[in-house]
C-alpha cells in the first residue's frame, strides 16, 4: 500500500491508497503549479547619459514578484512533499542571491559620471548595464535561474519601480 501527503496549514497528513496515485490526482500536466512570492527594496540608480530627470541620482521602493512553475513533489517521505518549492526556501534564495546586492543599493553602470562615491559609501554597485527597470530584472532573472533547483522553472518575474510602472519577463517569451 502506498500513501500520499497533504498539508494543512503547517501539519502534514499522510493517507494510505492502495490505488495508483496518477488515477486519484490525474498526475500530468493538470498538476503543474505556479508558485509566486513578492519582495520588497528600497534601492537607488541614475541612468547616465539619459535626456530626462532620470538621469541624476534618485530612488524608488521596488516590489519584486517572482513566479516558478513545477510539478509538487510527490514522495511523503520528503519534508516538502506537496510543494513545488518551500516558499521559505525561495525567500531564502531571493535575500542571499538578488536583494543582498540591490537592496539598499545605488546602482550605477560601469563608466557612470558618479564613479568614486564607493570610496564613501560601501552600497555602491556598478553594473555592465544601464540600471533601467528592464535591465535590473533580466539581472536578477538571470541570477535567480542559477540557484533555482533543478526541478524549478521560473516562469515569470516582475520588477514594479512605481505605483504604476513596472517590467515583467516571461520565460515562454524567452524560449
Known amino acids: 500500500m502506498s500513501s500520499f501527503c497533504v498539508f494543512f496549514g503547517k501539519n502534514l497528513f499522510v493517507f494510505p491508497y492502495s490505488l495508483p496515485l496518477q488515477r486519484i490526482f490525474k498526475i500530468d500536466k493538470m498538476n503543474t503549479v505556479r508558485l509566486t512570492k513578492e519582495f520588497d527594496f528600497e534601492a537607488a540608480h541614475a541612468l547616465d547619459g539619459y535626456g530626462g530627470k532620470c538621469k541624476d541620482i534618485h530612488g524608488h521602493s521596488y516590489h519584486l514578484k517572482i513566479t516558478t512553475i513545477g510539478k509538487p513533489i510527490e514522495d511523503a517521505a520528503n519534508p516538502t512533499c506537496g510543494m513545488v518549492i518551500d ?42 548595464y544601464q540600471p533601467t527597470c528592464e535591465n535590473m530584472l533580466i ?33 515562454s517569451d524567452n524560449d
Do not use: C, M
Not at 521559505?88 to 542571499?96: A, E, F, S, T
Not at 545605488?106 to 559609501?121: A, H, Q, Y
Open 87 to 128: 516558499f521559505g526556501d525561495l525567500k531564502q534564495i531571493v535575500k542571499k542571491h538578488i536583494l543582498s546586492i540591490f537592496d539598499h543599493y545605488l546602482i550605477l553602470r560601469k563608466d557612470s559620471r558618479f564613479r568614486g562615491l564607493e570610496k564613501t559609501n560601501p552600497r555602491v554597485r556598478y553594473v555592465d
Open 139 to 171: 539581472d536578477i532573472v538571470g541570477i535567480l535561474q542559477q540557484h533555482l533547483p533543478d526541478e524549478v522553472k521560473l516562469h515569470s518575474a516582475l520588477l514594479r519601480e512605481t505605483a504604476n510602472s513596472y517590467a515583467e519577463w516571461f520565460a
